[in-house]
């Protein structure tokens, strides 16, 4: 599947939060949120991933915290019905219930991997742009002492009353989008069995 060195490497595909990014649909109970409190959400997040990025543990015990910190700060189950579509609504709740655990699993892995490679940058905020009812992007660059700088928005919605990070946008593209995008390919490619997806996930 695709990395997100590989995402970056798509510069300007998709610009800020246009196109995919907000035409995603939320569900009725993730509100707007104020940019204050998104803000202060995102430099919590930010402390914790530089605690585990600069931690120096092995790989497995890093990828375990990395769950953790994603189980904490994410809308995961939301994310989960979102990269699967349409397909969600014609499985049973059982079928539902096993893939967004599968998928909860292989996606806190995939970005932690992806995270451990942010050791010794500086992810400083500098800015965010509010989406109304669709929550508050929260601006910030990478900066690395020895290669160029990057982008990365962090997308904030509230659930249940909570901040929650919804998705990643690197370069201007959304990790929403790529996994949406990924994950119907792969479900194409299984026949539509959502059993076989959610085992393909559990084995990434």
Request: hydrophobic residues 40%.
């Amino acid at each position: 599947m695709r990395s997100i060195t590989n995402t970056m490497s798509r510069r300007g595909i998709l610009v800020g939060t246009g196109g995919l990014l907000i035409g995603a649909t939320l569900p009725s109970f993730a509100l707007g949120i104020m940019e204050k409190s998104a803000v202060t959400f995102i430099r919590k997040v930010v402390v914790d991933v530089h605690i585990v990025i600069n931690s120096n543990k092995p790989e497995e015990k890093m990828l375990a915290d990395f769950e953790s910190i994603f189980a904490d700060y994410s809308a995961s189950s939301l994310i989960a019905k979102t990269a699967l579509g349409a397909a969600g609504r014609k499985i049973s709740q059982n079928q539902l219930a096993a893939y967004i655990e599968a998928f909860q699993r292989y996606f806190s892995r995939k970005y932690g991997r992806q995270f451990r490679k942010f050791a010794g940058s500086e992810i400083n905020i500098v800015g965010n742009r509010d989406l109304g009812s669709k929550g508050v992007l929260v601006k910030s660059t990478v900066e690395f002492s020895s290669r160029p700088s990057y982008s990365l928005g962090w997308w904030v919605i509230e659930v249940n009353g909570q901040p929650k990070l919804f998705d990643l946008v690197i370069e201007g593209i959304s990790m929403i989008s790529s996994e949406r995008t990924e994950i119907g390919a792969l479900l194409e490619s299984l026949g539509g069995d959502i059993d076989r997806l959610t085992a393909r996930l559990e084995a990434t």
